[in-house]
């Protein structure tokens, strides 16, 4: 099981950037998927989650909608867009994936696989 994130880096305050997690060495669409950060200092954070079949998704900030996730089973890519960046989105973004067919979770110990992470830092 491998799970690749890219698309980090710097962004300005308000800007938006995608966030990619490529999987490979499993049945993908047998698996929910999360995102979850670290900022320096802090634990992990679920951000935002979708099931196996890209059906329900859910979003830490579900009102504001700065968080969107989306998947495509054919190219076993689940795709992060983050809007209105602030520096309190500066961390490490991490994809994680789950064995089920179920509701995902944003709780990060539901989560058996991980990536490396990929940093996204917000400055002027």
């Known amino acids: 099981v491998q799970l690749v994130e890219s698309g980090g880096g710097l962004v300005q305050p308000g800007g938006s950037l995608r966030l990619s997690c490529a999987a490979s060495?499993?049945?993908?669409?047998?698996?929910?998927i999360g995102w979850v950060r670290q900022a320096p200092g802090k634990g992990r954070e679920g951000v935002s989650c979708i099931d196996s079949r890209g059906s329900t998704m859910v979003s830490v900030d579900s009102g504001n909608g700065r968080f969107t996730i989306s998947r495509d089973n054919a190219k076993n890519t689940v795709y992060l867009r983050i809007d209105s960046l602030s520096p309190e989105d500066t961390a490490v973004y991490y994809c994680?994936?789950?064995?089920?067919?179920?509701?995902?979770?944003?709780?990060?110990?539901?989560?058996?696989?991980w990536g490396q992470g990929t940093q996204v830092t917000v400055s002027s």
């Open positions: 994680a994936g789950r064995p089920t067919r179920s509701l995902c979770s944003l709780e990060s110990s539901r989560y058996d696989y």
């Open positions: 060495g499993f049945t993908f669409s047998g698996f929910s």
